[in-house]
């Protein structure tokens, strides 16, 4: 049983550019979690996906992120035009199913310059 | 609107001390409340979860409670370790969405 995979582990990026990152949950968990972590900050909750379905997303999800799973199975996270403010770690976690416990990858390091 | 947080944000303490992390939640209404370990730089690593009708789950040299009533959760770290060393985030879940809301988290400095 591997875990929550995702990638890549660092990006570095120019502001102004696009970005996507990728995660593959466990599988057979059927909920799919994105978070946003700063530094010295706890992680703070994006989107989650029930299969293809996308069931909720935070405000802090502005237009120019977007998420998708359209097979159910892996998901990308993509931030157009980044920002500065966009550097923080990304986060996915899986779940078999819904109020179940959360599994995590390892993160993806984001580095806006 | 759900907020979680932990005290303290850091701690230092010698090998074999028993220690207690605090976890605190404004919304009693909570479906479960997860632990975590994080190590610097990398991603989290689940602990411990008790669903809300318990009272503390165990596991290894870890107990971790649950007090709706006051909306509290402690964890328990019995005889620390080096090892131990890392950042201890809490996240409480609610019955209306399946997001965790997580704590700042307790920074755990082990010395030998």
Redesign the interface.
């Known amino acids: 049983d591997t875990g929550?995979s995702?990638n890549p582990r660092h990006k570095i990026t120019k502001r102004g550019q696009n970005v996507t990152f990728r995660c593959d949950p466990i599988s057979e968990h059927n909920?799919l979690?994105w978070?946003r972590q700063t530094l010295?900050?706890?992680?703070?909750?994006l989107t989650?996906f029930q299969n293809e379905a996308q069931?909720?997303k935070?405000r802090l999800l502005s237009d120019r992120f977007s998420a998708e799973r359209p097979k159910g199975s892996f998901s990308t996270l993509e931030i157009q035009r980044t920002e500065q403010g966009d550097s923080a770690m990304y986060?996915c976690?899986s779940?078999l199913k819904?109020?179940g416990?959360?599994?995590?990858?390892?993160?993806t390091?984001l580095t806006v310059t | 609107k759900q907020e979680?947080t932990q005290i303290p944000a850091a701690l230092s303490v010698p090998e074999g001390e028993n220690l207690v992390l605090n976890c605190s939640f404004t919304d009693s209404a909570i479906?479960?409340l997860?632990w975590?370990r994080q190590d610097p730089?990398?991603?989290?690593?689940?602990l411990l979860?008790i669903q809300s009708s318990q009272r503390e789950q165990t596991s290894g040299r870890l107990n971790a409670s649950l007090d709706k009533s006051s909306g509290r959760s402690t964890l328990y770290i019995a005889a620390s370790q080096p090892g131990d060393s890392a950042t201890y985030?809490c996240?409480a879940?609610s019955y209306n969405?399946?997001?965790?809301?997580?704590?700042?988290?307790t920074r755990l400095q082990v010395f030998p």
């Open positions: 929550v995702q909920r979690y978070y010295g900050q706890g992680p703070e909750f989650y069931l909720e935070s986060l976690a779940s819904g109020l416990e959360q599994y995590f990858g390892p993160g390091r | 979680v479906y479960n997860q975590f730089g990398k991603g989290l690593t689940s979860l985030l996240a879940k969405t399946d997001k965790l809301i997580f704590g700042t988290g």
